[in-house]
């Protein structure tokens, strides 16, 4: 018999087994020869994403990844780059997928939906703290590993928004896409992730879809209108959250720090949970000093505290260092989430005796560990904080007919831009003379959105083009704003062009008050001239 065949190794891993196939090759599972642990390694041929014209979305979903280090998103090591191919050092999740979970098992009884569900809202709230949407989010790229801790992965449908920037690609499975999505219409981002959300829910607690046909065009038809039914098996809390999350007007739709707060939701939350994107981003700043020794333990010869310091806080020197100290601490953060989690379970479960357990959907002060004293800091300001992480990506397209819906959540009391509670059509016409006035020139992108630009002459003569857009949104009942963002030119003459077109709205709407206080006196003194003349006039004779 010949001797079998030496692992493949790339880097400091040693690679295993098929995991699958993808569109640019194969998935494999590697293990990392310094600590041990398990990864799975994504391999990218670099001609079949040329052939394929992918090399954007490919460096779009890195690049994202990059960016997010959350227990419930999937986590990116390192990428090796070689002639032929890119290597994409990923976690490993043994479990498979959340869609091949709810195929086996039906629909899942409340408390192991809520568990999912928690973890899917905390890592969406996470992306969109980043200004990341995902716009694909479904049971088929939602992974469990082996302890059926959820991660959301494949990111390659992804954008990164823009205050001020809206969205219009349709994209994702139609099962799970928005009504916006589907029917082509322009989208802040962070809409079409809860209403993705509201299915996956629906799917999790019933074992089916809201929205199904075998028929493209019909299953569309659907979804534009909302046609669904809920099962009466349903709790009244679920009844509740699931019509918020699934309405077809994105102004009306219910947002992530709403559903945090819906009490379907903080039932049985975990502690670490609670933590909203800031707090997590302050604990990455932080240190795990057993973390460190445990990587100078593993790699003895040239790994000493400063450079593992360096290589994690700093992302100099070592990437071995920053790799091993991540998939240290990684697998010390899961093992102890696990353990609150299940310590969670068994204190409800001894703390409250069933035939007195509440069915309010919040969890007693027992049934939750004590924290803490760090964590009893962080969580004093998790509210405020998650208001203000959100709410600058939860923005709408101004809609004239649509009602505003009412907020669930605390109302932000400040904005940037210019408000008014002049009719929507009105602002724009005043918005159109404010820019004749100053001599710009302009493109109108949809009713309330315009893009313009304006003549500055710089040194030498020099002409320089000063680039935005003006868009209108609304934000309360009857109240909008102006809202002005640069595209290109410095910043100093963008704040210059800004101030002149409020001068110039100021100036407009003086004048249009004064010759409204005109009209209004003219009207006055006609009805009173016309009052004094009956006054004067003999009576008419009786008709006999």
């Given amino acids: 018999m010949g001797e079998p065949a030496a692992a493949i190794q790339i880097g400091n891993y040693r690679l295993g087994k098929n995991l699958g196939i993808g569109a640019f090759g194969k998935v494999k599972h590697a293990t990392h020869v310094i600590t041990g642990h398990h990864v799975a390694i994504k391999i990218l041929n670099r001609k079949r994403i040329g052939d394929l014209d992918m090399a954007d979305k490919v460096k779009r979903e890195i690049n994202i990844l990059k960016k997010c280090s959350h227990p419930h998103i999937i986590r990116l090591y390192e990428v090796i780059d070689t002639p032929t191919d890119i290597f994409v050092v990923m976690e490993y999740v043994s479990n498979g997928e959340l869609f091949d979970y709810i195929v086996s098992k039906g ?19 996470y992306c969109h703290f ?25 990111f390659g449908l992804s954008n990164t928004m823009r205050d001020g920037d ?11 896409a928005a009504p916006e999505v589907i029917s082509g219409n322009l989208y802040a981002g962070p809409e079409v992730d809860v209403w993705s959300c509201g299915v996956i829910l629906y799917a999790l607690l019933c074992g089916s879809l809201p929205f199904d046909d075998e028929s493209i065009p019909n299953l569309f038809k659907k979804i534009k209108s909302g046609m669904y039914s809920l099962p009466s098996h349903l709790s009244s809390l679920s009844r509740d959250l699931i019509p918020r999350m699934l309405v077809v007007d994105p102004m009306k739709r219910i947002t992530i720090p709403e559903i945090r707060q819906h009490p379907w939701f903080q039932h049985k939350l975990p502690q670490y949970l609670k933590f909203t ?7 990455e700043k932080v240190l795990d000093m057993e973390a460190v020794e445990d990587v100078c333990a593993f790699l003895r010869l040239g790994a000493t505290r400063d450079k ?3 290589a994690v806080m700093r992302k100099v020197g070592r990437t071995d260092l920053r790799v091993a100290y991540e998939l240290i601490l990684d697998s010390k953060r899961s093992r102890q989430r696990a353990a609150e989690v299940a310590m969670a379970q068994q204190v409800a479960a001894s703390s409250t005796p069933p035939a007195f357990a509440s069915n309010s959907g919040n969890s007693s002060p027992s049934s939750q560990p004590t924290p803490p004293a760090l964590a009893m800091q962080l969580q004093v300001q998790q509210q405020q904080r998650a208001e203000q992480a959100t709410a600058a990506l939860t923005r709408r397209s101004v809609s004239p007919q649509a009602p505003h819906p009412q907020q669930a959540g605390r109302r932000r009391r400040w904005y940037l831009g210019i408000q008014s509670k002049k009719e929507p059509a009105h602002v724009m016409t005043e918005v159109y003379k404010a820019l004749a006035a100053l001599g710009c020139e302009w493109l109108i992108q ?18 320089i ?21 640069k595209i290109e030119g410095n910043p100093f003459d963008f704040m210059t062009l800004c101030a002149r077109i409020i001068t110039e709205l100021k100036a407009l709407s003086q004048a249009s008050r004064q010759q409204q206080h005109k009209q209004q006196q003219t009207q006055n003194a006609r009805r009173s001239s016309q009052e004094h003349v009956s006054e004067t006039r003999p009576p008419a004779a009786l008709d006999r």
Avoid at 107 to 124: C, K, N, S, T
Avoid at 144 to 152: F, P, V
Avoid at 465 to 478: D, G, N, P, R
Wanted: with cysteine; glycine share 2%; charged share 25%.
């Fill in 130 to 154: 980043h200004s990341i949407v995902h716009r694909d989010l479904k049971p088929e790229n939602l992974l469990l590993d082996a302890d059926n801790t959820l991660k959301i992965a494949d």
């Fill in 446 to 463: 949809d009713s309330y959105r315009i893009k313009c630009r304006w003549r500055v002459q710089g040194a030498a003569n020099e002409t």
């Fill in 308 to 310: 593992v310091e360096a």
């Fill in 465 to 485: 083009w000063i680039k935005i857009f003006l868009t209108l949104y609304k934000v309360q009942a009857s109240i909008y704003l102006l809202d002005f963002l």
């Fill in 166 to 176: 809206f969205l219009r690609t349709s994209c994702g499975s139609p099962n799970y």
């Fill in 277 to 283: 994107p800031d707090l997590l981003e302050q604990q």
């Fill in 107 to 125: 629909r899942l009884v409340p408390d192991e939906a809520r568990h999912f569900f928690h973890q899917i809202v905390a890592g969406v709230e």
